[in-house]
C-alpha cells in the first residue's frame, strides 16, 4: 500500500506559538523578532515527527511512503533528516496543496502536525489555511483544512487513516470522519498558545505505534466523499474580502462576509477555492 503523509507544523508536540512555526525570512511581517533558534528547533520536532509517521507506515506494511509539505512556504522539514525511505514533496505552489503527489495509486493519507479550524476556542494555534478565514463550510459542515483535505483524498478513493496534532484537531478529525481513524493527542491546549505536552521523544513513540495502526486498518476505512453537487461556504474577517471573492467566477455573495461556491465534485471545488484564496490574498498586507 502506498501512503502519504500531509505534514502541517503546528500540531507538533513542544510547539505553542507563531514564532516557532514561521520562518525568520518572513518573521518580521508578523511582528516576530529574533525567531531563528526557536523556528530551528520547530522544523526539526517536525521533522523527527514525520520520520516516526514513516516508521510506524512502512512497520505496518506500506510499500512507499510520500510525505508532502503542508507549512506555509512549504520547506521546513529538513531533508538531510528525513527518512530514508520516503519520498519527499516540498516548495510552493503544489496544485494540490498539502496533499500535492496524491492520485488513485495510494491507499491512504495521514495528517501530521495538523491543527484545529479557525475559530475554535483552546486549540494551538488554530486557523483555516489563511488567517482572514473565519469558516469553511463544506455541505454545510464546518471543516479545517482537515476537512478539506479528507474530501480531496475522498476525490481520489483515498481515505484518511491518521492524525496527530492537539486535543483539538484530533477531536474535530473523529467526528467529521468517525473513530476509526487513528488520532494520537501528542498534546492537550490551554489556550490558542499554550498547552501541556508529551515529552517529543513520547510523541514520536506515539506516532509510529498508531501509524502503524493505521495502515492496517485503512483497508477498512472509507473515503470522505460528501454528496455532490458540493456547497463551499466560506466566511471571511471583511465584507471588502467577499467583494474580491465574488469576482471568482460562479462564487454567490450569501452575506456581508460570506461567500459560497457550488462544484460537481471536490476537485472542481478545489481549484475555485485556489483562485478565490489568490484573489483575497492580493489585499492582504
Ligand atoms: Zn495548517
Redesign the pocket.
Known sequence: MKVLISA???GTAGIVHSAHVTPPDHAGESGIRNNAVEFDWARRLMTEEVNAAVNGALEGGATEVWVTE??GAMRNLLPPALHPEARYVSGRPKFLG?LEGLDRSFGAVMFTG??GRAGTPASILA?T?IGIIQEIRLGGIAVG?YGVNAALAGHFGVPVAFVSGDNTVVAQVHELLGADVVGVEVKRALSSTSAVHLHPEKARAEIRAGAAEAVRRAPRLRPYLPKSPIRFEVDVAKPDLADLATLCHGVTREGPRTIAYEGTDMLDVWKAWLVIRNVMNSRMP
Open positions: 502541517d507544523m503546528e503542508g507549512h498539502q495538523y491543527h486557523h489555511f483544512e
